[in-house]
């Protein structure tokens, strides 16, 4: 699929080869493709439509450019436009003034939040920080264990007051401990040991989930957050933007995460999400081992979306 | 949902214009159904309106309804395979990250307790952390044994272990949880083959089922795709669609690979797991959500 993306564009873009200026003609048939592009990519459709327009404006608008032929004019239009949304705000963690710096995670079910957890672990200790991890997801079968051992791998500490869904309960179908509390414990707890950072890892849940939409609310307003950050994978289709906005009106969220990259999915809900929230991506979580993370780098994602490994390339090729 | 108003709109207007069309197109390609088969499906409805000359709305969407539906093959054969001959009958459940393989474990053994069936648990997830635990605690909740290694042992020889006392303990079902892999990884995906193999020495591998998160786009068919080379897949059982995503990419995967939806999951809780139904499907498709 890869390589037929790539010869489908390479071929529209040979085609206005030579041409002194573009036509309206080029103009759409080059959006077609991008289009297409674009939605085998995942990118939510109404973000397709937008993007696609803007891309058609500034193309009939460019001024013919001595450098570049006409299409090398529409590769770099649509590269920029993608950097542009992808890279909107790039920032990094903001530290409260006064620590503890608090960092909550939220998202659908399995999206990589408690492996994201220990990852920010690692890092935050890298740079001489000292964080705590907190199991605030009480869910999820055995989702302490997993904070526990996740914990125990970065060699950081977990607050982890209470057993969650495991099975050590009594009572199976009913999990033990109050999330709220957990959350809110933690700061008091980190005050007390001196920690600067405390990550706050949440069970996984549903955008149409009213009642546990309420909970994150109720543990963010407990621990009062200096970043929310949404984790989302990669695969994600048509559905991140739903999903998304659900999120950013339950919780709020300040920052994004994009898990599972370190697969073949295009990624498409990276250009969705950020479209559509204009929250930026700060990191991008690429692999099951701890040190897999690195911040976001929205021009590699822009030629990945695009299923073109290097956008500088395919000019040459115009 | 898009759908189901350029449904609507559809059967609405007097005339079935381009415009019309396309908001049919864009309303498939919501959900997850992909380019390729939405073009299809509209030009597939393009003829046929033409040639028989659909006027009234009803077999309009009679017409649509029966090409999704045609799409999904509803005389394929889901049940799952899990009845004992002279071994346990085995089921593999494999997947990418968090699917809820481990999950849909947990509910498959709750329906075939619910059945009668003497069943047992492998936790060939020797990798993540907590796995095996996750796995017990779901044995517990259905009442079921769970036969686990050493964090970081051989999966293999776990799934080995698991089956040999499945058929030491005449078991009816050895259901085997495996970890989640990413299909582009081959040295994980080799692990994989080998845990089938290593099982097959023993008893035969009936059933592998796997595991697509509804919320999943384009990616799920090259993960289908990949997996099925590798372990030879049975059956899917498409996840997470208690949530807004309508998993439409399982029509695809479906129609390529010719590997039929057997189950899907609709929740976190015990009871939550479904036998895939085309019709409620394809209505869930043509809904508003
Ligand atoms: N390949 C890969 N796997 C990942 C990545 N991040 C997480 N995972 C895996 O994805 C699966 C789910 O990760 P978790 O961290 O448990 O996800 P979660 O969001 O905490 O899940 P819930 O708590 O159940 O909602 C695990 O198998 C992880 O090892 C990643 O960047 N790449
Ligand atoms: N809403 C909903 N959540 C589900 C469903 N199935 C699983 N989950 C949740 O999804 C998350 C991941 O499920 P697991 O069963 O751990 O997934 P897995 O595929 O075993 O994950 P790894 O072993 O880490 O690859 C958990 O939070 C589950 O509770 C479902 O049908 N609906
Ligand atoms: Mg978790
Ligand atoms: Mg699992």
Do not use: C
Not at chain 1, 223 to 251: K, S, Y
Request: proline share 3%; charged share 25%.
């Amino acid at each position: 699929m890869f390589d037929t993306l790539q010869d489908r564009l390479a071929a529209t873009f040979k085609s206005l080869r030579g041409k002194g200026r573009i036509t309206e003609a080029d103009i759409d048939e080059t959006a077609r493709e991008i289009r297409r592009a674009l939605l085998e990519a995942d990118v939510n459709l109404a973000v397709v439509k937008d993007f696609v327009a803007a891309v058609k404006e500034r193309a009939r608008g460019a001024e013919l450019h001595g450098a570049l032929n006409p299409a090398q004019q529409i590769v770099k239009i649509v590269n920029d436009e993608l950097v542009t949304i992808l890279g909107g705000e790039t920032r990094t963690i903001r530290y409260a003034k006064r620590p503890p710096t608090v960092i909550m995670l939220a998202g659908l079910q399995g999206a990589g939040k408690t492996t994201l957890a220990g990852k920010l672990a690692v890092w935050f200790k890298g740079q001489g920080h000292s964080p705590l991890l907190v199991a605030a997801d009480l869910q999820r079968p055995n989702a302490v264990n997993q904070l526990q051992v996740v914990g125990q791998r970065a060699g950081v500490h977990v607050f982890a007051p209470e057993p969650g869904n495991a099975s050590s309960n009594d009572d199976l179908d009913r999990p033990r401990g109050n999330p709220v509390e957990v959350a809110k414990n933690s700061i008091t707890e980190a005050e007390r040991r001196l920690y600067d950072v405390v990550i706050v890892d949440t069970a996984g849940r549903l955008g149409i989930d009213a009642e546990l939409m309420q909970q994150a609310a109720d543990i963010r307003d407990a621990v009062r957050p200096d970043e929310v950050l949404f984790v989302v994978d990669a695969m994600i289709g048509q559905d991140a933007v739903n999903t998304a906005n659900a999120f950013a009106e339950g919780v709020g969220f300040d920052g994004v995460v994009l898990t599972k990259l370190d697969g073949d999915a295009r990624g498409g809900a990276a250009l969705s999400i950020a479209r559509v929230t204009g929250k930026p991506i700060m990191f991008a979580s690429n692999g099951e081992g701890q040190r897999d993370f690195d911040v976001f780098h929205p021009d590699r994602m822009a030629s990945r979306i695009l299923g073109m490994g290097d956008m500088l390339t395919l000019i040459e090729q115009a | 949902n898009a759908l189901g108003r350029g449904l609507l709109l559809l059967l609405s207007r007097d005339q079935i214009d381009e415009q019309t069309w396309e908001d049919f197109e864009d309303t498939l390609i919501t959900a997850d159904l992909g380019v390729g088969p939405t073009t299809e499906l509209v030009d597939t409805l393009r003829t046929r309106f033409r040639v028989e000359g659909v006027a009234d709305a009803g077999r309009a969407r009679e017409i649509l309804r029966s090409e999704l539906l045609a799409l999904l093959d509803p005389s394929m054969d889901r049940t799952i395979r899990a009845d004992r001959t002279d071994t346990p009958a085995v089921i593999m459940v494999v997947g990418v990250n968090g699917t809820g393989k481990t999950t849909t474990v947990g509910k498959l053994a709750r329906v075939l307790v619910a059945e009668d069936k003497d069943v047992l648990l492998g936790a060939a997830d020797t990798f993540r952390a907590a796995a095996a635990e996750q796995l017990q605690t779901w044995g517990d909740r259905v009442g079921v044994p769970t036969v686990r290694g050493a964090e970081g042992s051989d999966p293999a020889s776990v799934a080995f272990e698991a089956v040999k006392a499945g058929i030491e303990g005449e078991v009816d079902v050895v259901l085997i949880d495996t970890a989640g892999r990413l299909h582009t990884k081959t040295g994980l995906m080799d692990e994989l083959g080998k845990v089938k193999r290593v099982i097959e020495r023993q008893a035969p591998v009936g059933e592998v089922l796997l595991v697509l998160d509804a919320t999943t786009g384009q990616n799920g068919l090259t993960q289908a795709r990949i997996f099925r080379e590798v372990v030879d897949v049975t059956g899917i059982v498409l996840t997470k669609l208690d949530g807004s995503a309508k998993g439409g990419i399982v029509v695809q995967v479906q129609r390529e690979l010719g590997v039929p939806v057997k189950l899907v999951g609709l929740g976190e809780g015990v009871d939550d797991l479904a036998p895939f139904d085309a019709t409620v499907f394809v209505d869930a498709l043509l809904e508003t959500a």
